[in-house]
């Protein structure tokens, strides 16, 4: 039996980033015809929404789309069916040849298709294409990791103004190992549901591999801070809480965790608290590579919904030198026991934000993120007997970070000094 090639062949359909391509450079080059027609029309949205009588928002939206370089970030700006209608509408009025109507009426037909074939609608296309594009698409990513941040306020009834992670790494007394001093907290921190007990702070020292090689153990640095009868004292920093200090419970964990909870609560501003802790932790990590460690880390760990994560990484000038630190941020939805960087790259997410040097001494630290800060940092000084200007000060900020994941900002580990060099 013979069969037909013809009969039996099927026509591939092209993949969402060949088929996106080729239609919104057809749309944004039919938008930027209609827009050349108009004498003396120059592609800025107050311009375009003067010269078609259109809405402002509308102006823009071509006018972004127009001057878009990526096309598959055309499709961020692109207005809704009765937008495009309307933008037509406004081009006849200014008398725009009519083949060139037609031909933009054409490519928004092929920008409908688009959606109905690779996505649901709109939104999700938009989504996609974002995610494809040749580079971040920076108020994408704001847009829906703060429509996240509201929906996961109501789900696990907290949020937070700003979650502040800064550590400070210094030479410890053991050859070879560094200090680690830990200044952590929230600012606005509420509950949106009533009596919701938190764990605020959650903390270990591991190897690369995810070992616990040395057990974690701290010691606060405002040691008038006292436990309250049969349980340990949660280093909080008084000076800089808001009061009546915030209640809390510490408790050792599975994996050698150390957690600091917030204790059930009332709703609301009025409720709402501010809790900084500081604690040193001593010879917790060599500063040199070995076989267990190629990188030095420090690891903000997402678990609550807040506006602005600040991370910040104050490194004394004898450990490392200047470095040059990367952001990374891991998923942590997955079932394996949670380590500070899985180190696996299906586990990374992509963010837009980077590591910024900021200088030296403590008043390059100041963010409108956290009231006081370059006062916390300097009272972290005074207690570990520290020269603030001999630090160099790394930080990372995420608006509306994602959760749960590790925001990790690492750097590469130096060579141990051969012996006899100094």
Same mark, same amino acid.
Request: with cysteine.
């Given at each position: 039996?013979?069969?037909?090639?013809?009969?039996?062949?099927?026509?591939?359909?092209?993949?969402?980033?060949?088929?996106?391509?080729?239609?919104?450079?057809?749309?944004?080059?039919?938008?930027?015809?209609?827009?050349?027609?108009?004498?003396?029309?120059?592609?800025?949205?107050?311009?375009?929404?003067?010269?078609?009588?259109?809405?402002?928002?509308?102006? =823009?939206? *071509? /006018?972004? &789309?127009? !001057?878009?370089? %990526?096309?598959?970030? $055309?499709? @961020?700006?692109?207005?809704?069916?009765?937008?495009?209608?309307?933008?037509?509408?406004?081009?006849?009025?200014?008398?725009?040849?009519?083949?060139?109507?037609?031909?933009?009426?054409?490519?928004?037909?092929?920008?409908?298709?688009?959606?109905?074939?690779?996505?649901?609608?709109?939104?999700?296309?938009?989504?996609?294409?974002?995610?494809?594009?040749?580079?971040?698409?920076?108020?994408?990513?704001?847009?829906?990791?703060?429509?996240?941040?509201?929906?996961?306020?109501?789900?696990?009834?907290?949020?937070?103004?700003?979650?502040?992670?800064?550590?400070?790494?210094?030479?410890?007394?053991?050859?070879?190992?560094?200090?680690?001093?830990?200044?952590?907290?929230?600012?606005?921190?509420?509950?949106?549901?009533?009596?919701?007990? =938190?764990? *605020? /702070?959650? &903390?270990? !020292?591991?190897? %690369?591999?995810?070992? $616990?090689? @040395?057990?974690?153990?701290?010691?606060?640095?405002?040691?008038?801070?006292?436990?309250?009868?049969?349980?340990?004292?949660?280093?909080?920093?008084?000076?800089?809480?808001?009061?009546?200090?915030?209640?809390?419970?510490?408790?050792?964990?599975?994996?050698?965790?150390?957690?600091?909870?917030?204790?059930?609560?009332?709703?609301?501003?009025?409720?709402?608290?501010?809790?900084?802790?500081?604690?040193?932790?001593?010879?917790?990590?060599?500063?040199?590579?070995?076989?267990?460690?190629?990188?030095?880390?420090?690891?903000?760990?997402?678990?609550?919904?807040?506006?602005?994560?600040?991370?910040?990484?104050?490194?004394?000038?004898?450990?490392?030198?200047?470095?040059?630190?990367?952001?990374?941020?891991?998923?942590?939805?997955?079932?394996?026991?949670?380590?500070?960087?899985?180190?696996?790259?299906?586990?990374?997410?992509?963010?837009?934000?980077?590591?910024?040097?900021?200088?030296?001494?403590?008043?390059?630290?100041?963010?409108?993120?956290?009231?006081?800060?370059?006062?916390?940092?300097?009272?972290?000084?005074?207690?570990?007997?520290?020269?603030?200007?001999?630090?160099?000060?790394?930080?990372?900020?995420?608006?509306?970070?994602?959760?749960?994941?590790?925001?990790?900002?690492?750097?590469?580990?130096?060579?141990?000094?051969?012996?006899?060099?100094?």
């Amino acid at each position: 039996m013979s069969m037909n090639r013809d009969e039996t062949s099927t026509i591939e359909t092209p993949s969402l980033e060949e088929d996106a391509k080729r239609v919104l450079l057809m749309v944004r080059n039919a938008f930027a015809a209609i827009l050349e027609a108009v004498p003396g029309l120059e592609p800025r949205a107050q311009e375009v929404t003067e010269a078609l009588a259109i809405p402002r928002k509308l102006g =823009w939206q *071509i /006018a972004k &789309a127009v !001057c878009e370089s %990526d096309p598959l970030l $055309v499709g @961020r700006y692109l207005p809704a069916r009765g937008g495009m209608n309307a933008f037509l509408k406004g081009a006849a009025r200014r008398n725009v040849p009519k083949k060139l109507i037609e031909s933009a009426a054409a490519a928004v037909k092929e920008y409908e298709r688009l959606i109905n074939v690779h996505a649901d609608d709109r939104a999700s296309l938009k989504m996609m294409l974002s995610a494809c594009a040749s580079r971040a698409d920076v108020q994408t990513d704001g847009e829906w990791r703060k429509a996240a941040f509201m929906g996961n306020s109501y789900i696990w009834g907290v949020r937070a103004k700003t979650q502040l992670k800064a550590h400070f790494l210094f030479p410890g007394a053991e050859h070879g190992r560094m200090d680690i001093a830990s200044l952590r907290g929230f600012i606005g921190l509420r509950r949106m549901r009533p009596n919701v007990p =938190w764990v *605020i /702070a959650r &903390a270990r !020292c591991t190897d %690369d591999d995810g070992k $616990v090689r @040395r057990p974690f153990a701290s010691q606060a640095l405002d040691t008038a801070h006292t436990a309250e009868e049969g349980s340990e004292a949660v280093p909080l920093l008084r000076e800089f809480c808001s009061k009546p200090l915030p209640r809390f419970r510490r408790t050792v964990r599975q994996y050698g965790f150390v957690e600091d909870e917030l204790v059930e609560g009332p709703v609301g501003n009025t409720a709402a608290i501010t809790c900084i802790t500081g604690e040193i932790s001593r010879g917790v990590a060599s500063y040199y590579r070995s076989e267990h460690n190629r990188c030095g880390a420090v690891v903000g760990r997402m678990r609550t919904p807040c506006e602005a994560l600040v991370l910040d990484q104050l490194v004394h000038e004898d450990l490392f030198g200047r470095i040059s630190p990367e952001l990374i941020v891991y998923s942590e939805l997955s079932d394996r026991p949670s380590i500070p960087f899985p180190g696996m790259e299906h586990d990374r997410l992509p963010v837009s934000e980077s590591v910024e040097y900021l200088g030296r001494e403590p008043s390059v630290v100041y963010t409108p993120h956290v009231p006081r800060y370059a006062e916390m940092v300097q009272y972290m000084f005074d207690k570990l007997g520290l020269d603030g200007e001999r630090f160099d000060v790394y930080r990372a900020v995420l608006l509306y970070p994602p959760i749960p994941t590790s925001v990790v900002m690492s750097h590469e580990l130096p060579e141990a000094p051969a012996v006899g060099e100094p």
